[in-house]
Nanobody
C-alpha cells in the first residue's frame, strides 16, 4: 500500500506565494509521473501540473509562468511552488503519484487527501 500526503496549503493574499509538498511512502518499487490537480467549489477537478520521473513538466495554461513543479526522487517527494497567486487559484489541491509496487505489477495511481489553498483579494 502507498500513502501520499500533502502539506503546505493555507491562506495567502493576492500576489503572495505558497509551496506545496507531497510525499509518497509505503510499498513503492518505482515512482512514475507525479502531479497536482485542484478543485474549486462548484467546478470540476482540473490538472494543474505534472512531472515525469525524468523531470519533464506539463502545466495548465492558467498557471504557466507562475507555478513551478519539481521533485526529489531520493525522497519520493514532489513540490509545487506557487507564486503571484490569484483569487481564482483558490481550491483544494490534490497530489497524486503513479507507481508500481513490484517489478512486474500494474502501474497504479495513489491520491493525497487534499490541502486547501485560499487566496484573498
Amino acid at each position: 500500500q502507498v500513502q501520499v500526503v500533502e502539506s503546505g496549503g493555507g491562506l495567502v493574499q493576492t500576489g503572495g506565494s505558497l509551496r506545496l509538498s507531497c510525499a509518497a511512502s509505503g510499498s513503492i518499487f518505482r515512482l512514475y509521473t507525479m502531479g497536482w490537480y485542484r478543485q474549486a467549489p462548484g467546478k470540476q477537478r482540473e490538472l494543474v501540473a505534472d512531472i515525469s520521473s525524468d523531470g519533464s513538466t506539463n502545466y495548465a495554461d492558467s498557471v504557466k509562468g507562475r507555478f513551478t513543479i519539481s521533485r526529489d526522487n531520493a525522497k519520493n517527494t514532489e513540490y509545487l511552488q506557487m507564486n503571484s497567486l490569484k483569487p481564482e487559484d483558490t481550491a483544494v489541491y490534490y497530489c497524486y503519484a503513479n507507481h508500481r509496487s513490484s517489478e512486474y505489477g500494474p502501474i497504479l495511481k495513489s491520491w493525497g487527501q487534499g490541502t486547501q489553498v485560499t487566496v484573498s483579494s
